[in-house]
């Protein structure tokens, strides 16, 4: 619900905020690599919100298979525009 009143990130602003969260190191021109759990929980944030929980006490691979779902549910039936 506040994310309608943060000022939108640049290009250049979403870059260095996803480079903080990648391991450090010398990549190249290759991208950094990225622990799958925290990307997770970026897409988690991004698609549902920073608020978005589980109640249920279980397991963190079930909790990725409710944020997969969470995620896929609710984008389903948006249209790309050509």
Known sequence: MFKL???PETDQQIKERVL????KGDYDICPP?????????EL???FLGEDWYV???IEHEQVITEIVY???TKYKRLKVKK
Do not use: D
């Open 44 to 46: 988690k944030n991004f």
């Open 55 to 57: 109640v249920m006490p």
């Open 20 to 23: 903080k969260l990648c391991k």
């Open 70 to 72: 969470a995620i896929e």
């Open 5 to 7: 009143f943060r000022r």
């Open 33 to 41: 690599s990225m622990n799958a759990n925290v990307a997770i929980n």
